[in-house]
């Protein structure tokens, strides 16, 4: 089946700075790729929606200045997590879909996000 | 808006029993259904969905029905494997790919 993967697993990083992670489909061309935010024992909650080479969707609440996203290619998006706060630690997943019309999301194995 | 409501867990289960997790969701329309499986370490995966009413999801020995009279599309298996320990979430689709997820149900099998 179609293989997602981010990068990194885990991620550690004092406030006030910036982490990235990445996303990638591995053997499948993603025309629009999903990041979701999830909480202890919560469920996983839609940050946002990109297609390639456009602008990503932000959900109602979530900051887009602060949650950059980036989806220049059909293999690669990019989360951005700017001037992180503690508040912002959290699992990140990504997921991919090969092209519209398909109803079916490949997801990534996740981030796990500590602001100290 | 639209939600989706799972049983808590964890559920704990012996090899070779039934298993049954609940799932009932609100939403407007007639959205699409899916049950995904997370196992230790990996990605959440697609394990069945069913687009309309009576419907039925089936694979790996795991069945869900939607039931529109009763908002629910709960997840069965006659006899689990230990290889089945894992997280399971509802979801359904609000259109345009936007899934809406339960908050997961972790599974324990034990020998």
């Known amino acids: 089946g179609a293989v997602v993967s981010q990068h990194p697993s885990r991620v550690i990083c004092k406030s006030g700075t910036s982490v990235k992670i990445e996303c990638r489909s591995l053997?499948?061309?993603?025309?629009?790729m999903f990041w979701y935010r999830q909480f202890p024992k919560k469920s996983l909650m839609l940050m946002a929606t990109s297609n390639e080479g456009s602008k990503a969707t932000y959900e109602q609440g979530v900051e887009k200045d602060k949650f950059l996203i980036n989806h220049a290619s059909l293999t690669l998006s990019t989360l951005t997590v700017t001037s992180a706060h503690p508040e912002d630690s959290s699992f990140y997943i990504c997921?991919?879909?090969?092209?519209?019309?398909?109803?079916?999301?490949?997801f990534g194995p996740g981030t796990r996000l500590t602001v100290l | 808006g639209n939600s989706v409501t799972q049983m808590e867990g964890p559920v704990t289960l012996s090899e070779e029993a039934f298993l049954t997790i609940n799932c009932t969701y609100t939403?407007?329309?007639?959205?699409?259904l899916f049950w995904y499986v997370q196992y230790p370490g990996e990605g959440l995966q697609l394990l069945l969905k069913?687009?309309?009413?009576?419907d039925k999801g089936s694979n790996k020995g795991f069945e869900a029905t939607y039931r529109k009279e009763t908002t629910s599309f709960h997840l069965e298996k006659g006899s689990v494997q230990v290889s089945d320990s894992a997280v399971y979430f509802c979801a359904l689709s609000e259109g345009f790919q936007k899934l809406v997820f339960g908050t997961g149900t972790r599974l324990l099998v034990s020998p």
């Open positions: 939403a407007t329309g007639y959205p699409s």
């Open positions: 997921s991919a879909s090969g092209g519209r019309g398909t109803d079916t999301q490949y």
């Open positions: 069913a687009t309309k009413a009576d």
């Open positions: 053997d499948f061309q993603a025309t629009t």
